[in-house]
């Protein structure tokens, strides 16, 4: 497993004005922002603009907080951000929005003939950009072929993944494992998993929860946790620490599973949406712990398999 940051070449990290285009919100949860505030760090040159919607259960306050300038969209109408990266100026567009396709891209570049385009891209599909990134363990560049323009920058696998500065901090250190398991199933818990997967777990076990103000649900989760000795973080910038300090950890086989995979954390990954089936097959094929959705009988072998006690 690689231990070092994405190779994210200066040329690329010095253009004036770069923008990312992502969403957030209860329906889609919050890793396209996370990963993107992470990417941006690397643009440390950069005018650094960010677009997106303001959808309900949205973490567009975690962009002010980073100190990025924030433009908020109506629509993902190819017009309104075409006006806007007019308007602004734009040199690099980041896409990580499963809504804009390889049409919208192209035309994008045609509106925009000096615009360079990154896109992010976990799932195979064809992209019209400069460079694509997937970032996930699983990645492979040759799957590409035929997917991207011949002169599109390929970045894929481990050496790309986006993981924060506390990742390689807590990799270096050793701490107490405080708890036998720790509980991340999206910061939006679109499926409502949670207390779902609390109620199976043994109350013997030491267990801590990390969920966000994302979650539609987490009201109902605060009153499940607050009849028990669960712990739960919400909103937490330590999730690195969380994860060294767990013996086990039960995941959706997203973004998280790239940072457990890092961590080197055993796990049990449930598929929550369609966009994980590649993280979900690849965790599958190395002999992970998975389960293609939540079903009690199949967590409960899952969780026998673990040897979690």
């Known amino acids: ?28 949860g919050t890793g396209h922002i996370m990963r993107d505030l992470v990417l941006a760090e690397q643009y440390s040159d950069a005018k650094i603009v960010f677009a997106t919607q303001e959808l309900a259960g949205n973490i567009n306050h975690k962009i002010k907080e980073a100190g990025y300038n924030l433009e908020i969209l109506k629509s993902n109408d190819f017009q309104e951000l075409d006006h806007l990266v007019k308007k602004l100026k734009i040199n690099v567009m980041v896409i990580d929005h499963y809504e804009i396709d390889y049409e919208f891209e192209k035309r994008l570049k045609l509106e925009n003939q000096k615009l360079k385009i990154l896109s992010f891209d976990g799932s195979y ?15 492979e560049a040759k799957r590409y072929k035929d997917l991207v323009p011949k002169e599109c920058e390929l ?35 679109t499926l409502n998993l949670n207390i779902k997967i609390l109620a199976l777990l ?11 103000t994302a979650n539609k649900y987490l009201s109902e989760l605060q009153d499940y946790v607050s009849e028990t000795k669960i712990i739960l973080h919400i909103n937490s910038s330590k999730i690195a620490k969380l994860m060294n300090e767990s013996k086990f950890a039960i995941i959706t086989p997203s973004v998280t599973a790239n940072e457990a995979y890092f961590m080197e954390l055993d796990f049990i990954a ?27 009988e199949k967590f409960e072998v899952a969780l026998k398999k673990s040897n979690i006690k």
């Open 125 to 139: 599909k064809k992209h019209y950009c400069d460079i694509l990134l997937n970032h996930n363990i699983y990645a």
């Open 155 to 189: 970045r894929c696998g481990s050496e790309y993944t986006l993981l924060r500065d506390e990742f390689y901090k807590e990799k270096e250190r050793e701490r107490e494992k405080k708890y036998d398991i720790l509980v991340v199933i999206g910061g939006a818990d």
């Open 202 to 212: 043994p109350n013997t076990l030491k267990v801590v929860v990390v969920t966000t």
């Open 1 to 28: 497993m690689a231990n070092f940051k994405g190779n994210y070449s200066k040329k690329n990290a010095t253009m004036s004005t770069v923008m990312f285009r992502a969403d957030s919100s209860s329906i889609m």
């Open 270 to 296: 449930i598929k929550t949406a369609k966009n994980q089936e590649e993280m979900y097959q690849f965790l599958k094929s190395k002999g992970y712990l998975v389960l293609e959705k939540f079903e009690k």
